[in-house]
């Protein structure tokens, strides 16, 4: 379990970005975090996997407080995916996987049987596995999503923190890492996640955590926390959620959905 | 093929291709000596043989060729795996081994001892001092700004300190003797193995054996450095231990390169991208093998140089006349290849 309390976090003393925050996140669930832009959503999570050091309060991972593990324990737990990451460097999408392995392999070593079957296997949940000789930075920005997720992944750690996951990703793209996450969550990992788009909590989240100037605005289930009012004091703007139904080939789904009104 | 299946025979090559090329150097020079005479002197080391050659061959071979070849080997070497480093911790492909100042501290160092009409071993302690110094004040520089461990701002000192012992230099030319002290001056600013001996490679290989086992050890470590600080940490890599090690390390190699043998721009810099277009960009494939092509260019160039009868070219200067030319060929045939 990752258990944050009263996080507080500022860049410049004179204005603080997280002034109390505290959430739990078990295995299993996807937390995905709503607020607008600035409101300190990734400097939440950099407090989290302790790229910053917090002024107050404290994190802890499993019960171990995550300042004081050391980097590679820390890396054992928890996974972070970027937004994007620039590898300036031809490197293959296999070498990029196996990356993730590092916290595993003891100083000087050369990856094990056991870390390239644990990148394979990442690779494959992903399905990225029919690009592992591929460029990393030739690839499209979906597949690069995807394969930095199977870095994560190989990683092993059972807590993965996925900053803006969808963002830049086409509509697809998006839907596929959304599966992908409501998939690992079902298997028992714990998702940390943001998203600009309320209406993806709908389909990948479990709960809801909204963040509104530096402290926690609203939390719980995405059916009870993202509503026509929290939406619209969170954003500023009149929002409206609403049930919809479609149906597929596969049977009838029902689905809330948000419609931003636009006079 | 990819670069990872091709390596194990790009190895081979460059590994035959060097002992080929150190065998053959000893062919190369003012002295023509017989491959067999080369051979006997050489055996006569290990075994008791009947000397049939004069002794002046004897020590052509062993106290002048030898110990040119070796840090021709070395130096190349040294420069090229400095260069791959730098660059993959920066995360920049334009990154020189002289990044962070080593070469203008060297250089006021060498200059600075030259106009004392220091001894050869003299100017070389001052170099490396000078060296060592501008690199401790680049990071010292980067420090002050309370963000000692910023890549950018480490850059920003190494530039700064750069032009600070560029600008020292000038000062010691502009007070040297015109007659004897600035030429030796200039020449050693423009990088020569000439005058080697078999003591600088005593010195050398050591501080080149250490320097490379340990960033060896790093390899997987370093790779993961450029994905980005952030990330690296996340993945479990001790970011501040890994930028220092490179730092150290690399610094190493330069600055007793460039204390041996002057200033040899070019190599550092370019030598890694050919690497990186064969083999790719994993650190621990991609700094063995720009070390081999390293070794066997400057090898190479300064065979030229020796061949070359009546004058004695300067080898910083050679490397890019010679080197920009095969680059150029090199850089068109691969990305065919790809």
Redesign the interface.
């Known amino acids: 379990m990752i258990e944050a309390k009263h996080v507080q976090f500022c860049y410049h003393n004179d204005a603080p970005v997280l002034k109390d925050v505290s959430f739990t996140l078990e295995k299993g669930e996807s937390l995905c975090v709503l607020g607008p832009n600035g409101t300190g959503k990734t400097t939440l999570f950099?407090c989290v996997?302790?790229?910053h050091k917090l002024q107050g309060g404290k994190v802890l991972i499993d019960g171990k407080n995550s300042a004081s593990l050391?980097?590679?324990?820390?890396?054992?737990l928890?996974?972070?995916v970027?937004q994007a990451?620039?590898?300036?460097?031809?490197?293959?999408v296999r070498?990029?996987v196996l990356?993730?392995r590092?916290?595993h392999?003891k100083?000087?070593?050369?990856?094990s049987h056991k870390d390239k079957l644990a990148a394979e296997a990442a690779m494959e949940r992903l399905d990225v596995l029919h690009m592992a000789?591929c460029r990393f930075h030739e690839l499209s920005g979906g597949e690069r999503q995807l394969v930095l997720v199977a870095?994560a992944l190989a990683?092993q750690a059972e807590y993965l923190v996925l900053d803006e996951p969808t963002s830049s990703l086409d509509y697809a793209n998006q839907i596929r890492i959304l599966q992908v996450i409501k998939h690992l969550a079902s298997d028992g990992y714990a998702i940390l996640m943001t998203s600009h788009l309320p209406d993806q909590t709908f389909l990948a989240a479990t709960r809801v955590l909204m963040l509104k100037d530096g402290l926690v605005f609203a939390c719980g289930a995405p059916e009870a926390t993202v509503t026509s009012q929290n939406l619209s004091a969170l954003y500023g703007l009149d929002v409206c959620v609403t049930e919809a139904q479609a149906t597929f080939a596969a049977g009838a789904y029902k689905s809330k959905v948000c419609i931003p009104s636009m006079p | 093929m990819?670069?990872?299946a091709r390596y194990p025979v790009l190895m081979s090559i460059f590994i035959c291709g060097l002992i080929a090329a150190f065998f053959l150097s000893f062919l190369i020079g003012r002295y023509p000596i017989a491959p067999k005479t080369v051979t006997d002197i050489a055996l006569s080391r290990l075994l008791h043989m009947e000397p049939y050659w004069e002794s002046t061959l004897e020590k052509v071979v062993l106290q002048v060729r030898l110990p040119r070849i070796l840090l021709a080997i070395l130096v190349g070497g040294s420069l090229s795996m400095a260069g791959a480093s730098y660059?993959?911790l920066f995360?920049?492909?334009m990154v020189s081994p002289d990044i962070l100042g080593v070469s203008a501290g060297a250089g006021f160092g060498a200059a600075f001892a030259m106009l004392q009409n220091s001894s050869w071993a003299k100017i070389q302690l001052f170099a490396l001092a000078g060296g060592l110094a501008a690199v401790g004040l680049a990071y010292l520089v980067a420090s002050l700004s309370g963000r000692r461990q910023d890549l950018t701002i480490l850059i920003l000192g190494g530039v700064v300190t750069s032009s600070l012992f560029q600008s020292l230099l000038s000062v010691i030319k502009t007070l040297a003797d015109t007659d004897s002290q600035l030429p030796s001056i200039t020449f050693w600013l423009m990088g020569s193995l000439g005058k080697g001996n078999n003591q600088d490679v005593l010195v050398m290989l050591p501080a080149v054996v250490v320097s490379i086992s340990i960033l060896?050890?790093?390899r997987?470590?370093i790779?993961?450095l450029?994905?980005?600080e952030?990330?690296a940490?996340?993945?479990?890599?001790?970011?501040p231990l890994v930028k220092l090690v490179v730092i150290i390390c690399s610094t190493l190699l330069t600055v007793v390169s460039v204390s041996i043998c002057g200033i040899i721009g070019w190599v550092g810099m370019v030598v890694p991208h050919i690497a990186?277009a064969l083999t790719?960009?994993?650190y621990?494939r991609l700094s063995s093998l720009s070390f081999l092509i390293g070794a066997l260019f400057l090898l190479i160039i300064d065979n030229i140089i020796r061949g070359i009868p009546g004058v004695e070219l300067p080898l910083g200067v050679m490397t890019a006349l010679i080197g920009t030319p095969v680059f150029a060929v090199m850089l068109a045939r691969v990305k065919k290849g790809w």
């Open positions: 950099r996997i302790n790229l050391r980097a590679e324990a820390r890396a054992r928890i996974a972070y970027p990451s620039a590898l300036t460097f031809p490197y293959t070498e990029t990356m993730g590092i916290a392999q100083l000087g070593a050369s990856p000789q870095r990683q | 990819k670069g990872n660059q993959t995360k920049n492909p060896f050890l790093f997987n470590r790779d993961a450029s994905a980005g952030d990330e940490l996340s993945m479990g890599v001790n970011v990186r790719g960009a994993s621990g």
